[in-house]
C-alpha cells in the first residue's frame, strides 16, 4: 500500500539555522499539508498546498516558513531561522483529487532545536 | 473559531470492557468529524469519518449536533486497541483538520 515518507527522522539544528523537512506524498495525490505537534500538545496545521500553490494556511505559518514542490515527488517545508519554540514533531499528509478526501500521514519528522 | 475537546488525557480499561472515548466539539456551522488513531511507533491513520456512518474494528461513532459530540465507542475493547486517539473536525469548504489533544487509551489483559 502506497504511503507518505518522511525525512529525516529525527532532525536536530542550532537556533537561527535553516532546516528543510523532507516528504513524499502518495504519488497520484494532489492535495498537500503540513502539521506540527509540540510536545504534549495538539496535532496543528500548519498549511496546505494545491496546484504549485499554498490554498490556505495558519496563523503559524508566518514569513520564516515556506513551502515547496520543487519536482514532481517531494514537499518540502523550510523554516528559514529557526527558533526554540519550532521544536516539535512535524507531519507530512497527502489527499487525493479532492480536500474532501482521506489525508494521509506521513511517520513524522522530530525537529529539535538547541 | 473552530475547537475540539477531548476531556481524557488518558483512559484505562480491561480486555472485554466496553470503552467510550470522548469528544465535543464547537463550531457553529455543519462540521465534518474523524476519529484517527495512532498505534505506538506508527503514524496517524483515519479510523472512521461520521458521514460514512461505518464501524471499524469494532468501533462507531456518533455525531450528536445537539450536544456537539462525537464520542467513539466499542462494546468488548481489545488488547491491540490499546493507542492514542484524536478526535478531528474539518468545517465545509477548509482543508485543515483541527485536531483535539487525544486520549492515550491502555487496554489491561
Known amino acids: 500500500e502506497p504511503e507518505v515518507t518522511q525525512t529525516p527522522s529525527h532532525q536536530v539544528t542550532q537556533m537561527g539555522q535553516e532546516v528543510i523537512l523532507r516528504c513524499v506524498p502518495i504519488s497520484n495525490h494532489l492535495y498537500f499539508y503540513w502539521y506540527r505537534q509540540i510536545l504534549g500538545q495538539k496535532v496543528e496545521f500548519l498549511v496546505s498546498f494545491y496546484n504549485n500553490e499554498i490554498s490556505e494556511k495558519s496563523e503559524i505559518f508566518d514569513d520564516q516558513f515556506s513551502v515547496e514542490r520543487p519536482d514532481g515527488s517531494n514537499f518540502t517545508l523550510k523554516i528559514r531561522s529557526t527558533k526554540l519554540e519550532d521544536s516539535a514533531m512535524y507531519f507530512c499528509?497527502?489527499?487525493?483529487?479532492?480536500?474532501?478526501?482521506?489525508?494521509?500521514f506521513g511517520p513524522g519528522t522530530r525537529l529539535t532545536v538547541t | 473559531a473552530q475547537r475540539v475537546t477531548q476531556p481524557e488525557k488518558l483512559l484505562s480499561v480491561f480486555k472485554g470492557a466496553p470503552v467510550e472515548l470522548k469528544c465535543n466539539y464547537s463550531y457553529s456551522g455543519s462540521p465534518e468529524l474523524f476519529w484517527y488513531v495512532q498505534y505506538s511507533r506508527q503514524r496517524l491513520q483515519l479510523l472512521l469519518r461520521h458521514i460514512s456512518r461505518e464501524s471499524i474494528k469494532g468501533f462507531t461513532a456518533d455525531l450528536n449536533k445537539g450536544e456537539t459530540s462525537f464520542h467513539l465507542k466499542k462494546p468488548f475493547a481489545q488488547e491491540e486497541d490499546s493507542a492514542m486517539y484524536y478526535c478531528a473536525l474539518k468545517q465545509g469548504g477548509s482543508e485543515k483538520l483541527v485536531f483535539g489533544k487525544g486520549t492515550k487509551l491502555t487496554v489491561n489483559p
Open positions: 499528509a497527502s489527499s487525493g483529487d479532492s480536500h474532501s478526501y482521506e489525508q494521509y
